[in-house]
C-alpha cells in the first residue's frame, strides 16, 4: 500500500492560505462593517487560521485542485468570521448586513484564492532562475575539503582562583 505524501511545497502552500485567510479575513470583516478585532480577537483568529494552513499543508489532496484550494480558503474564511464574531462585542454586529459581510469574506475568498495560485504558477520560475543565478557561485565549493575539527581540550580546569578563596574558616581556638 502506497502512501501519498504532500508535495515538497505544501508548506508553503498552507503558510500562505493560513496567511492570507486570516489578512482578509481581517480586512473583509473591517471593510463590511464588523469592526476591527482586539488582540485577544487576533490571537483566535490566528490560531484558527494557523489550523486551517496546517490541514491545506498536511493534506495532499488539497495540492492538486484549484477546487480545493477555493474550498479550503472559503473555510478559512468561514473560520476567521466565526472567530471575529464570537470574540468581537455582540453589538458591533447589530447594524451590519449579512449580505454585506458574505460578499466582503466572499471577494476576500476569490482574492486570496488568486494569491496563492499566482504563488504557486511563479515558484518554479523563480526558484530556476534562482539556481541558475547563484550556481555558480557554488560551483567550486567542496564539502568534504572542510578543515578537521580540532580536538577538545579534556583537561581539568584549573581552580587556581578558587583555591585561594577556599579557607577553613570557624571560631578563633582558645588555648
Request: glycine share 12%; aromatic share 2%; hydrophobic share 50%.
Amino acid at each position: 500500500m502506497s502512501v501519498t505524501r504532500p508535495a515538497p511545497t505544501a508548506a508553503l502552500r498552507g503558510g500562505a492560505v493560513g496567511a492570507a485567510a486570516a489578512a482578509l479575513a481581517i480586512a473583509a470583516h473591517g471593510i463590511a462593517g464588523g469592526g476591527f478585532p482586539d488582540s485577544a480577537a487576533l490571537t483566535l483568529l490566528f490560531a484558527s487560521c494557523a489550523g486551517v494552513g496546517v490541514i491545506v499543508g498536511g493534506l495532499p489532496v488539497l495540492g492538486r485542485s484549484r477546487t480545493a484550494l477555493f474550498a479550503a480558503l472559503a473555510a478559512g474564511q468561514g473560520a476567521g468570521h466565526l472567530t471575529l464574531t464570537l470574540a468581537s462585542d455582540a453589538h458591533a454586529h447589530a447594524g451590519v448586513p449579512a449580505a454585506a459581510m458574505l460578499a466582503a469574506h466572499a471577494a476576500a475568498t476569490v482574492v486570496c484564492a488568486s494569491l496563492v495560485h499566482g504563488a504557486e504558477r511563479l515558484y518554479g520560475p523563480i526558484t530556476r532562475v534562482l539556481r541558475t543565478v547563484l550556481a555558480p557561485l557554488f560551483r567550486d565549493v567542496d564539502p568534504t575539503s572542510a578543515p578537521a575539527p580540532r580536538p577538545l581540550d579534556r583537561r581539568a580546569p584549573r581552580l587556581t582562583v578558587l583555591a585561594a578563596g577556599l579557607t577553613r574558616r570557624g571560631p578563633p581556638v582558645h588555648a
